[in-house]
């Protein structure tokens, strides 16, 4: 055989064996097909985080999105991948509605050789290799900060709170309590008397904020929800039973969506933790870096800010959704 010839099969093979032993795979000439499992429009949250997605994509000449939204269903989300897997897209991305389950589905991904990026929430695999990457906010933290500007409000008060959480069985519902629990308990002043999911949805947090209502009266100080759409079903349903939110009882939740700000402006609100749902272009970065052969940190984490009413009215024209 030709020098020449035996040279460029040997570089060709270390290429190979390169790429099969580090997982990384060799830049792609043409698009780079990403398929997208979204979990549904339940809050104005995930509405954002859908368009932040679906804008990014049209602005990269590069990148196909194949979209699925699965209406609040794992196994609608789990039916996408398998078909995002039959397709052979190049990766896969999606945002899981609840933490556990995903462990076959995800080994079949891995098999396929595609890589899977999550985003915003975080599932629960025995098998970290199944992902190669986490990108969205610190939610025991934003659970944290929900807590630490309650109790710095309080200035050691007693109250009684009730808690609106986010949809069973899902990272945000589950580390959101978990992160304001960690600061309450050095406050005993400060008891939780009421928790109860409200599905991440306005008319649901609304319809057990009326429950909680019915059962506890005056006795509730504060709400925690776990959302800010939540927050605002419970408003509507503390204004029917005749008492003034932001006062009669102190409300902090989680997202910073416009919605929150004009409820603070009105003075209804007290506090919103930021959620960023604007991941579309962290996203389609890390695609891009991931195609080029690079690897990926484990973990990409939002950088966030916690807004009290006092801001409402000097930050709302600067939000962006
Ligand atoms: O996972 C992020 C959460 O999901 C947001 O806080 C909530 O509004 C959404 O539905």
């Not at 100080?221 to 079903?233: K, P, S, T």
Request: proline share 4%; net charge negative.
């Amino acid at each position: 055989m030709n020098k020449h010839l035996k040279v460029i099969g040997i570089i060709i093979v270390i290429a190979m064996l390169f790429f099969a032993i580090t997982g990384c795979q060799p830049a792609k000439k043409g698009k780079i097909v990403v398929g997208f499992s979204q979990i549904g429009a339940e809050s104005a949250w995930r509405v954002a985080n859908t368009e932040s997605i679906q804008k990014e994509a049209t602005k990269r000449p590069n990148i196909e999105l194949k979209f699925s939204d699965a209406q609040q269903r794992q196994e609608n989300q789990i039916k996408a991948l398998r078909s995002f897997i039959a397709q052979k897209v190049d990766v896969i991305a999606f945002s899981p509605v609840v933490e556990s389950g995903w462990e076959p589905v995800l080994k079949e991904a891995k098999a396929a050789e595609i890589p899977v990026i999550l985003t915003d929430r975080a599932v629960d695999t025995n098998d970290d290799s199944l992902w190669v990457t986490f990108m969205g906010s610190d939610i025991v933290e934003e659970g944290r900060r929900a807590a630490r500007w309650l109790v710095e409000y309080m200035k050691g008060q007693p109250a009684n709170i009730v808690e609106l959480q986010g949809t069973v069985g899902s990272a945000p519902a589950i580390d959101r309590k978990t992160g304001f629990e960690e600061i309450l308990k050095d406050h005993p002043e400060l008891k939780v008397i009421k928790s109860q999911t409200g599905e991440f949805t306005r008319s649901k947090g609304k319809e057990v904020m009326e429950a909680f209502l019915k059962a506890e009266g005056k006795n509730i100080n504060v709400l925690f929800a776990h959302n800010d759409d939540m927050a605002l079903g419970a408003i509507q349903a503390i204004e029917a039973y005749g008492l003034n939110p932001g006062k009669d009882i102190i409300i902090v939740s989680i997202d910073a969506v416009r919605g929150a700000f004009e409820a603070m402006i009105e003075g209804k609100l007290n506090c919103t933790v930021e959620c960023s749902p604007l991941l579309g272009p962290q996203l389609f970065d890390a695609v891009d870096a991931l195609m080029a052969g690079k690897t990926l940190e484990r973990r990409i984490v939002t950088e966030e800010g916690v807004f009290p009413q006092e801001v409402a009215a000097e930050t709302l024209p600067s939000r962006t959704y």
